[in-house]
């Protein structure tokens, strides 16, 4: 089993910034994949973006450029640093992570409001 726990949303201004933080506990050694998504109300969710246990990353094309993944062994807390938020960037994020038996795990969510 792994908790994750979600912090770091908010209201922002377009073309600010946020970074949203991830702490993960319990079997964290499991874990293979971290990843952020998005999902607005009647929607699919939606991968943001996601890094391997080898550091390969991936981004949604919407925010290529923008937002960056990355995450701090040490203190078991994956990150997600947007950049250049647009209004469009307003959703329910989640922060999810992927054991090597392919369990997967969610964060609570935590809402991002960018305003233009």
């Known amino acids: 089993q792994v908790q994750l726990v979600e912090s770091g949303g908010g209201l922002v201004q377009a073309g600010g910034s946020l970074r949203l933080s991830c702490a993960a506990s319990?079997?964290?050694?499991?874990?293979?994949?971290w990843a952020w998504y998005r999902q607005d109300p009647g929607k699919q969710r939606e991968l943001v973006a996601r890094?391997?246990?080898?550091?390969?990353?991936k981004y949604a094309d919407s925010v290529k450029g923008r937002f960056t993944i990355s995450r701090d062994n040490a203190k078991n807390t994956f990150y997600l640093q947007m950049n250049s938020l647009k209004p469009e960037d307003t959703s329910v994020y989640y922060c999810?992570?992927?054991?090597?038996?392919?369990?997967?795990?969610w964060g609570q969510g935590t809402h991002v409001t960018v305003s233009s």
């Open positions: 890094i391997t246990r080898g550091r390969t990353t």
């Open positions: 319990g079997n964290i050694f499991s874990i293979n994949t």
């Open positions: 999810s992570v992927v054991n090597y038996v392919n369990d997967d795990y």
